[in-house]
């Protein structure tokens, strides 16, 4: 499957994004999808995860109630609210698909086998 993932950008600390990810060449429905992050100077790190049909979610900690992951499965694409965003959110932003119908979350990288290419999100101060 291929990932394209969009809508990063600049905003001020305390502003919104949308992120996009969408998917195509298989079965979207048939693949989990995450969101992870990686920070300058920083190693990757995860941000949150939806199952196959988004009837399940997690968000890593540093986001809950801040960030929502959701899907359209009718679109192909999964998305990232990102509310209330704070300096240390800035990071170049990834989707990624597993190939899975389980409901139970996938937090780590190597759980997954496609990835997109990134997407800058920049918050200033």
């Known amino acids: 499957v291929q990932l394209q993932a969009s809508g990063g950008g600049l905003v001020q600390t305390g502003g919104s994004l949308r992120l996009s990810c969408a998917a195509s060449?298989?079965?979207?429905?048939?693949?989990?999808m995450g969101w992870f992050r990686q920070a300058p100077g920083k190693e990757r790190e995860f941000v949150a995860f939806i199952s196959w049909s988004g009837g399940n979610t997690y968000h890593a900690n540093s986001v809950k109630g801040r960030f929502t992951i959701s899907r359209d499965n009718a679109k192909n694409t999964v998305y990232l609210q990102m509310n209330s965003l704070k300096p240390e959110d800035t990071a170049v932003y990834y989707c990624?698909?597993?190939?899975?119908?389980?409901?139970?979350?996938?937090?780590?990288?190597?759980?997954?086998?496609?990835w997109g290419q990134g997407t800058l999100v920049t918050v200033s101060s």
């Open positions: 060449g298989r079965t979207f429905s048939n693949y989990a």
């Open positions: 990624a698909a597993r190939r899975t119908r389980t409901v139970v979350a996938s937090t780590m990288d190597f759980e997954y086998d496609y």
